[in-house]
């Protein structure tokens, strides 16, 4: 097989061949109309995990109108920090937006990068029931989902301490699990999962194992995607992108799936036919770019995917947490080709040269740079863009000023004001705010244009014809 980008093989003995039938038949967890904020502390704050799920959400349902917004700040815990306590964090930062759904991360700096402290868990424990009441008692009906927080990466670096702090990190998960099902909410698992990549990891490629988690608190962006992908399986995110199964000695449909096939034909050397699927393929931040660990405030472009190369790191972290097989199937069939070798034209791009058997096999179309998935990029592009927007507004105005002045806020909030100078700053500042807002919103509405699958005119020519 001869491809024309690198793909990422992402079949591997750590996962199964076939998925469980009931995964595809789960109910995916959010619907038209939800609004989701994504609550943390400054592993949230990167919005890497944030971003993979919206873009799955609106690359899996491009009908599906769904709001996201990203309310991580560094340092925090669940009494607040810098950006403010945490009542006000809730009031300035959650409460306006009216989620109806709030995923909810904290753990790594609460424990205090030291052995179990029973005085630090016994604040944990009070603060985190605060915050879920707080939630319940103001946004009723909220869904509350609970991430237990991402490793501190003991795995490639030596323990500081007996036992290491991720062990400390896994007792305040505990609680967390034990949390959720005290009040009857979802739990999410962040920690395992990525412990297990890691290992994987450490033991074939220890120099690339070490960037996952650079620094060992804040996961890169591949480290990231395995939490997104533990949230989006959790909420039962379906892994079929399409399905095409053709007959291409008759040139006759056997299966489609999550797509419309139409004007099939066979002609000598050649079969064509025309396909629109009813989604595209997940874009992959990072895999084809080089991102910083923190992308700058003033950058609101991520860097262009690049056919031509592979992020090494992410595309180990792809291979090993399967993500592509669970969550990312363009499938692909031709049975009963004549010829030995076939060329996939699409649009008249040629995408990859595969063997009669490969394609009998099947192929997984979402690894490979077709047109679907150059404008699953741009998708992805906007998403980024938007969540800069919101990120400089709240972030880098409302709340960077209102750390240099408690006592003012913008008048919505009905936070205290002391002088006229307090109150002339706050209208300014909630003047920029609401402008932002506004261009973000514009914004939004590009992504549901640019996000709707288009009618794509697909050739496998035999190669030597």
């Not at 979802?186 to 395992?192: A, D, E, G, P, Y």
């Not at 039962?236 to 199964?245: H, L, M, Q, R």
């Not at 992410?314 to 669970?326: D, I, P, R, W, Y």
């Given at each position: 097989m ?10 591997s003995?750590?996962?199964t ?9 789960r109910?995916?967890?959010l619907?038209?109309?939800?609004r989701v ?7 949230t ?8 799920v ?11 109108r ?8 560094g ?6 920090g ?18 109806n ?23 944990y ?17 909220v869904?509350?989902?609970l991430?237990?927080t991402s ?8 323990l500081?301490?007996?036992?290491g ?7 305040y998960?505990?609680f ?19 412990v297990?990549?890691l ?23 591949a480290g ?5 992908q ?28 999550n797509a419309?096939v ?12 025309t ?9 992959v ?18 860097p ?7 992020n090494?790191v ?17 499938m ?11 060329k ?7 995408v ?17 740079f077709?047109?679907m ?8 592009n906007?998403?980024?863009?938007q ?9 880098g ?9 408690f006592n ?19 209208r300014?500042v ?12 514009a914004?939004i ?13 697909y050739?496998?020519v035999?190669?030597?014809?």
């Amino acid at each position: 097989m001869k491809a024309y980008w690198c793909p990422i093989i992402v079949a591997s003995a750590i996962m199964t061949v076939a998925l469980p039938a009931m995964a595809e038949k789960r109910k995916f967890f959010l619907k038209s109309g939800d609004r989701v904020c994504f609550y943390g502390d400054s592993i949230t704050e990167q919005r890497f995990y944030p971003t993979d799920v919206e873009t799955y959400v609106l690359t899996r349902f491009p009908n599906m109108r769904v709001r996201f917004m990203d309310s991580g700040v560094g340092g925090d815990r669940v009494t607040g920090g810098w950006a403010g306590p945490i009542n006000l964090r809730l009031r300035r930062d959650v409460f306006p937006f009216k989620p109806n759904v709030v995923t909810i991360m904290l753990g790594m700096n609460d424990a205090g990068y030291q052995p179990l402290n029973p005085r630090l868990f016994s604040i944990y424990r009070q603060g985190y029931e605060h915050i879920i009441n707080s939630l319940q008692r103001h946004l009723p009906g909220v869904r509350i989902v609970l991430l237990e927080t991402s490793p501190y990466d003991d795995v490639t670096h030596k323990l500081k301490f007996p036992g290491g702090y991720n062990s400390v990190l896994i007792h305040y998960n505990q609680f967390v699990d034990h949390l959720a099902k005290r009040h009857h909410l979802l739990c999410v698992n962040f920690n395992k999962p990525l412990v297990k990549v890691l290992k994987l990891a450490w033991r074939i490629k220890p120099k690339l194992a070490r960037q996952i988690i650079p620094g060992r608190i804040h996961p890169s962006v591949a480290g990231q995607l395995v939490m997104a992908q533990a949230l989006l399986k959790a909420w039962g995110a379906p892994s079929i992108v399409s399905t095409v199964a053709i007959n291409g000695a008759v040139a006759k449909l056997i299966n489609v799936a999550n797509a419309q096939v139409s004007d099939l034909k066979r002609q000598p050397g050649v079969l064509s036919w025309t396909q629109r699927d009813d989604s595209l393929p997940m874009p992959v931040i990072g895999l084809h770019e080089n991102w910083p660990l923190f992308p700058p405030w003033n950058i609101f472009l991520p860097p262009q995917p690049n056919p031509k190369f592979t992020n090494s790191v992410a595309a180990l972290v792809n291979k090993l947490s399967g993500f592509t097989h669970e969550l990312d199937r363009e499938m692909l069939t031709v049975k009963g080709l004549p010829a030995p070798d076939y060329k996939l034209l699409i649009d008249g791009q040629r995408v990859a040269d595969f063997s009669s058997k490969d394609l009998a096999d099947g192929i997984n179309l979402s690894n490979y740079f077709t047109p679907m998935l150059r404008q699953a990029y741009h998708v992805s592009n906007i998403v980024w863009e938007q969540t800069q927007i919101r990120f400089v507004a709240w972030h880098g105005v409302q709340t960077t000023m209102q750390n240099f002045n408690f006592n003012w806020s913008p008048p919505t909030l009905n936070l205290p004001v002391t002088t006229e100078n307090d109150v002339a700053e706050a209208r300014s500042v909630s003047k920029v705010v609401r402008a932002m807002n506004r261009l973000q919103d514009a914004v939004i509405a590009q992504e549901y244009v640019a996000n709707q699958p288009k009618l794509h005119h697909y050739a496998l020519v035999a190669i030597g014809r």
